[in-house]
């Protein structure tokens, strides 16, 4: 059975995937942040609070026709969560296709998502959840 923590971060994601800005911030703490693995792409580097998480979003899903994430197995500490994400998606102006994994690290606060920090791979995000 699903933790409570667990459960809150795999909402986040299906919201995301079905493109739900209100359920996203139900369950995003008003004073979240997140630090995206991609922010040299995207508009910012770290993006803050519920604004910061409509522009997040926006400036992901701007760049692709499509885009889906898939949560696998998490590693659960305390309040930080450590699990692998599937990113498929097309690409807008290409129409190419692109599939990878990625890592998050999760903190969950007061039950809500209250930070994201993307990893490349799984060692180095094991390494930032092991650190505290």
Do not use: K
């Not at 739900?20 to 995003?28: Q, S, V």
């Not at 693995?37 to 499509?66: C, K, P």
């Amino acid at each position: 059975m699903a933790s409570a923590n667990e459960a809150v971060v795999r909402r986040v994601y299906a919201a995301a995937n079905a493109r739900d800005m209100d359920a996203i911030l139900a369950d995003t703490h008003e004073d979240c942040e997140v630090h995206p693995l991609l922010g040299a792409n995207l508009a910012a580097d770290v993006y803050r609070g519920h604004e910061g998480v409509r522009q997040w979003t926006s400036d992901l899903w701007g760049d692709w026709e499509s885009f889906e994430t898939s949560v696998g197995e998490m590693v659960e500490r305390g309040d930080r969560l450590l699990y692998p994400v599937g990113l498929r998606g097309r690409g807008r102006a290409s129409g190419a296709p692109f599939e990878t994994e990625i890592f998050h690290l999760t903190t969950v606060r007061d039950g809500l998502v209250f930070r994201i920090e993307g990893f490349s791979d799984r060692e180095s995000a094991m390494r930032a959840l092991e650190a505290t």
